[in-house]
């Protein structure tokens, strides 16, 4: 009864709770012990702690302009760094409730015409972000596992609001007031991987594939821009955007190591360019 009422506490928080890297759909069951206490995986009252460090490092998030605004356009790039502490609480071998605590930095490069500047020649203009707190809270459980088969389910909420630290506009550079715009995101992920035992009795392998769907959004803004030397100034108001592209996909790999330790890499395509790295132990 234990086991089957957490499995569905789970499934519930994935389902309102979201995620970025889907990470290895194993994950939550890949553990048996830790650095200080070896746990039963068939003891439901049993659980478990585990941290490491997280990062995700987007080269292209899909964006477009919100058709809400009356406008439309692509943007071309836009980059999202993450690196941060990443914190697991694990229940009976199966569900996962993670969080992740850091800072990210984000770039978008985009063409003229979707903004309220003057008229330029300029074919491509960019606006830098400051590198601001970032976090995101999540779950993962594991629905059916057989002979190295796993089959899982993940799904984080992220979120972050940086400030607007310089536009690269009419080949000149420009300063802007320090406005914040709040970055959300959210993903849930179904994957499957399987385990290979590579011969050493302390290592493991653990290819995964899986398909998500997710969805992100930048807030409109307007802020008061001006260039070092004061001689021009403007206010700049970029529209909401939201992602382009809806689903996507990821393969990854993890290392597991003494049943305790294991490092993971991820690569997700379809709906953004990103990869991911996560290093965690347990206790």
């Known amino acids: 009864m234990k086991k089957n009422l957490a499995l569905i506490l789970s499934l519930l928080t994935c389902c309102i709770g979201y995620a970025l890297p889907v990470g290895d759909p194993a994950a939550a069951s890949l553990f048996h012990q830790g650095v200080?206490?070896?746990?039963?995986?068939?003891?439901?009252?049993?659980?478990?702690?585990?941290?490491?460090?997280?990062?995700?490092?987007?080269?292209?998030?899909?964006?477009?302009?919100?058709?809400?605004?009356?406008?439309?356009?692509?943007?071309?790039?836009?980059?999202?760094?993450?690196?941060?502490?990443?914190?697991?609480?694990?229940?009976?071998?199966?569900v996962d409730l993670f969080s992740?605590?850091?800072?990210?930095?984000?770039t978008l490069r985009y063409h003229r015409g979707i903004d309220s500047l003057v008229p330029t020649s300029t074919p491509e203009q960019s606006a830098v972000f400051e590198t601001a707190?970032?976090?995101s809270i999540g779950g993962r459980a594991t629905l059916w596992k057989c002979r190295g088969f796993y089959l899982g389910l993940e799904g984080e909420y992220f979120c972050t609001s940086p400030e607007v630290k310089r536009l690269d506009l009419i080949n000149r550079f420009f300063y802007t007031d320090n406005t914040r715009v709040p970055y959300r995101e959210w993903q849930i992920g179904l994957g499957t991987s399987y385990v290979l035992m590579m011969g050493c009795?302390?290592?493991?392998?653990?290819?995964?594939?899986?398909?998500?769907?997710?969805?992100?959004?930048?807030?409109n803004f307007s802020s008061l821009a001006e260039n070092p030397g004061g001689s021009l100034s403007f206010v700049y108001v970029l529209p909401k955007l939201i992602s382009q592209k809806s689903f996507g996909y990821v393969i990854g790999t993890t290392l597991a190591?003494?049943?305790?330790?294991?490092?993971?890499?991820?690569?997700?395509?379809?709906?953004?360019?990103?990869?991911?790295?996560?290093?965690?132990?347990?206790?």
Do not use: H
């Open 100 to 106: 992740s605590i850091g800072a990210s930095s984000l």
């Open 257 to 283: 190591l003494y049943d305790m330790i294991a490092i993971t890499a991820e690569g997700r395509f379809g709906d953004e360019q990103a990869l991911y790295i996560n290093g965690q132990f347990r206790f």
């Open 133 to 135: 707190f970032s976090w």
């Open 36 to 94: 200080y206490i070896k746990k039963s995986c068939d003891d439901c009252s049993s659980w478990s702690f585990r941290t490491g460090f997280y990062g995700n490092y987007v080269f292209n998030r899909y964006l477009e302009i919100d058709d809400s605004q009356g406008r439309k356009g692509e943007i071309p790039t836009t980059k999202i760094n993450t690196n941060s502490g990443y914190l697991v609480l694990n229940f009976c071998d199966r």
């Open 201 to 219: 009795p302390t290592a493991q392998l653990v290819p995964y594939v899986a398909i998500k769907a997710s969805r992100a959004s930048l807030s």
